[in-house]
């Protein structure tokens, strides 16, 4: 009996070729699509996974309670992971985790930079990263101590076993020793770094990280294995209060925990709690692949349907002759089991081919793993699955057919038969209509943040660190620059032209309640930085030599204004620390971070001679005149700093590079809206294959009776478009709710307006049309003679 079955299954697929083509294609691009996203959601899920301690570690992130309001900060004070480790037992291990940027090595003639960042000796206790050479222990322990990767040590040493021990010059102005050497991070680490410095090493750099109003690093901890995390919480979440925080006064700040395992995916702010991050792609794209499979399950239910008058007959006999019904249901259902065989095979071997080109898209490292057990499990979980989901409708709908009814005459359907099939094309195309709407606001929100004015000008904008020599002969750098026709201005900046993450809690003015503090973002700038940036003034003037008293002296931009609460500031004192000044002018707000974040209170003081100290150059350049400018700030930038190579980086990119995961999420809406709505028609077109073969002696009635081919194409394809148009009526509302939420993720985003959903209507129409024209128009030429010959 089975062989029977299986014979008759093969004969089915290769007698009705087309059929069981485009079943398989339906199936196989649909499956290929979800095992790619579900690669692609396991890898995400993977980050930071490797941690042996996983469970036991977190990070810090303060809830800042000012003015009435609530707001999360991830940025800790230095101090803070010392005191954890003094003031709560239950706290095995702390470290601070700065991250500094690149910075410049140099072995002998071998220079080059590196991503390094600054940890306490604790940190290769805490987390798995594998050490080639050295110890946990004496990795960080000593303050010149500097633990290094794999390439790193191969880079100026030839290998990890000659590195360790060695010296290394840093930033041509101490040298620091090779105490470890760790295996090149992958990305399925949140912290990537090249090489790690000594916490207590950076303080002597960085005075500001000893003190407790500046915040600026990252807080790590591990709980030991006995620790209650919910206790832990509790204790930790007034330990502020002593510093200068005083609880229950407007106020005051508290602290709170999050598993570190959790850090990467969940990594946003809506309001004072961590809400979501890329923890919301990852559903995103999991509801998007079940809803993919889903399509193409109701595809190969439709096309399955649209085929069942052919198999109605071979129904009837079989039960004549006695055929239990399980046995018929077990024989669809294993015919749709190895018709999704092939398919798996087939979206396997599609996953083999794209995987590359998805990698390249997504920036991942994803590697096909059928080597693995769990990847069968799946792969065959996923043909159960999908077999007999595709498989169950057909299969129960065919063996139900009566043998009396069926060996009679031509095989009718009821209203209900008819109302499921369009309900599962009314499912499908609801389903495509929301990826397309949501294909056209990701997009038009990405645009958005592209072209947005940011405040300041960041075409031709470039920026590179002042380091080495170039600090002390900033004034001959600045005045040779400017003597290059190519070049605008030039000036200095503390930060990164399109992101500052820091904060400080010192500013104080007349009139401001003492326990209602403000974080402010603070900046150092050069003289022309206004004109550098393209920053519009509000009020006041840019710092100027003319002027010697602004060395004292403050910008601010509009939002610090509306927090200060002066009507005319200009020449009004501000107090920050323990030194005063007043302000100078006042710039119209624009945007130092991505547009994920409100614009917050900025000051910016005037950085000159010994109080500039590091940073970034910023040059603006004459449009079109890039490479001219390029090629001579490198020569005078190596004339003036032999130690140190020239790197720059263009603030548009920069500025784009934050918004490289919303980049990413829109390439792949406009594929998977795609894919969706082209499985959906292939569903569409075995719905239009069914209605013309049940309508076959209509339409020879209806043309012997004189109707045109037109009037019977028109008949035919308004039927088809009725559940299109149901699909556009349920799925809008829904996009625009989904949509909404996704927007929500940003403080500054479009506005969802109507043309969108009326657009995406539109797309589904004229597509739908399309897809059912051909068998309409094909039914509509029908021979009438050929049609009605067996009346």
Not at 372 to 398: H, K, M, Q, R, V
Not at 467 to 490: A, C, F, R, T, W
Request: with cysteine.
């Amino acid at each position: 009996m089975l062989q029977n079955y299986v014979k008759i299954a093969f004969r089915n697929l290769t007698k009705n070729k087309t059929f069981s083509a485009i079943n398989m294609l339906g199936l196989a691009l649909g499956m290929a699509c979800s095992l790619l996203i579900m690669l692609w959601v396991q890898d995400e899920l993977n980050v930071d996974a490797f941690h042996a301690n996983k469970q036991q570690l977190y990070r810090i992130y303060m809830r800042e309670f000012f003015s009435g309001k609530v707001q999360g900060v991830i940025w800790t004070p230095g101090p803070l992971a010392d005191e954890l480790k003094k003031s709560v037992p239950e706290i095995q291990m702390a470290t601070p985790y700065e991250w500094v940027s690149n910075q410049t090595f140099s072995v002998g003639a071998k220079v080059n930079k590196q991503a390094t960042n600054a940890a306490n000796a604790d940190f290769f206790k805490m987390f798995s990263y594998k050490l080639l050479q050295g110890t946990p222990e004496a990795a960080l322990r000593d303050r010149n101590s500097l633990a290094i990767s794999r390439t790193m040590a191969e880079t100026f040493f030839g290998s990890p076993e000659k590195a360790i021990g060695k010296s290394i010059r840093f930033d041509n102005r101490k040298d620091l020793l090779v105490t470890a050497v760790f295996e090149n991070i992958g990305q399925n680490s949140t912290l990537q770094f090249d090489c790690l410095r000594n916490w207590d090493e950076y303080v002597e750099d960085n005075q500001w990280a000893k003190g407790w109003e500046s915040t600026d690093p990252l807080t790590f901890f591990m709980l030991r294995p006995d620790a209650d995390p919910a206790k832990v919480e509790a204790k930790i979440k007034h330990l502020l209060d002593k510093f200068n925080r005083d609880e229950g006064k407007p106020f005051h700040t508290e602290l709170a925990m999050q598993p570190f395992h959790e850090y990467y995916l969940n990594s946003n702010f809506k309001n004072d709690k961590i809400d979501g991050g890329r923890i919301e792609y990852v559903r995103l794209f999991t509801i998007v692949a079940v809803f993919i499979l889903l399509i193409a399950c109701v595809n190969f239910m439709n096309l399955a349907t649209a085929r069942s008058a052919k198999r109605a007959k071979e129904v009837g006999v079989r039960k004549v002759i006695g055929a239990a019904r399980f046995l018929l249901i077990g024989q669809f259902i294993g015919e749709a089991l190895l018709l999704t065989i092939f398919s798996v095979l087939l979206a396997v071997l599609f996953v083999a081919l794209l995987l590359p080109a998805f990698n390249s898209l997504t920036g991942k490292q994803i590697a096909l793993p059928i080597n693995t057990l769990s990847s069968w499990e799946i792969l065959i979980g996923l043909t159960l699955t999908t077999g007999l989901l595709a498989g169950s409708y057909p299969a129960f709908f065919l063996s139900s057919l009566s043998p009396v009814r069926v060996l009679k005459g031509a095989l009718k359907f009821d209203t209900k038969s008819t109302w499921l099939r369009q309900g599962l094309v009314v499912f499908q195309f609801a389903l495509s209509i929301i990826l397309i709407v949501g294909m056209i606001i990701i997009y038009k929100q990405v645009e958005y943040v592209q072209s947005k004015n940011l405040g300041y000008d960041r075409e031709n904008l470039i920026y590179f660190p002042l380091e080495g020599d170039l600090n002390k002969n900033y004034d001959i750098l600045k005045e040779e620059l400017s003597q290059i026709p190519s070049i605008k201005q030039v000036s200095h900046m503390s930060a990164e032209p399109a992101s500052n993450g820091s904060g400080t809690e010192g500013i104080s003015w007349a009139g401001a309640d003492p326990n209602d503090k403000v974080r402010f973002t603070p900046v150092g700038v050069g003289y022309d930085f206004v004109k550098a940036m393209n920053i519009k003034v509000v009020e006041g003037r840019d710092f100027s030599k003319a002027f010697p008293t602004d060395s004292t002296g403050f910008l601010i931009n509009e939002a610090a204004l509306k927090v200060i609460g002066f009507k005319n500031p200009i020449g009004k004192t501000l107090t920050w620390g323990n030194g005063k000044g007043t302000i100078v002018g006042v710039l119209k707000d624009f945007h130092f971070q991505s547009l994920h974040t409100a614009i917050r209170p900025l000051i910016a003081t005037l950085n000159t001679g010994k109080r500039r100290q590091g940073g970034n150059v910023i040059v603006r350049i004459e449009a079109g005149k890039t490479t001219e400018a390029l090629a001579q700030l490198e020569t005078i930038c190596k004339k003036l700093n032999p130690k140190f190579p020239f790197t720059y980086s263009f603030t548009d990119q920069a500025y784009a590079s934050q918004y490289k995961s919303e980049q990413i999420v829109s390439k792949l809406s406009n594929y998977f809206a795609f894919l969706a709505i082209f499985i959906s028609c292939l569903g569409l077109f075995g719905l239009a294959t069914f209605t013309a073969e049940q309508r076959t002696k209509e339409i020879g009635v209806r043309k012997v009776l004189g109707a045109s081919v037109t009037s019977i194409v028109g008949l035919l394809s308004q039927d088809f478009l009725k559940p299109v148009a149901i699909a556009i009526l349920i799925a809008s509302p829904l996009a625009w709710w989904a949509m909404n939420q996704w927007l929500q993720g940003f403080a500054y985003k479009i506005n969802i307006e109507w043309w969108m959903f009326v657009m995406a209507g539109i797309l589904s129409v004229v597509i739908a049309l399309a897809t059912v024209s051909f068998q309409s128009i094909k039914a509509a030429l029908m021979n009438p003679v050929k049609s009605l010959r067996s009346e």
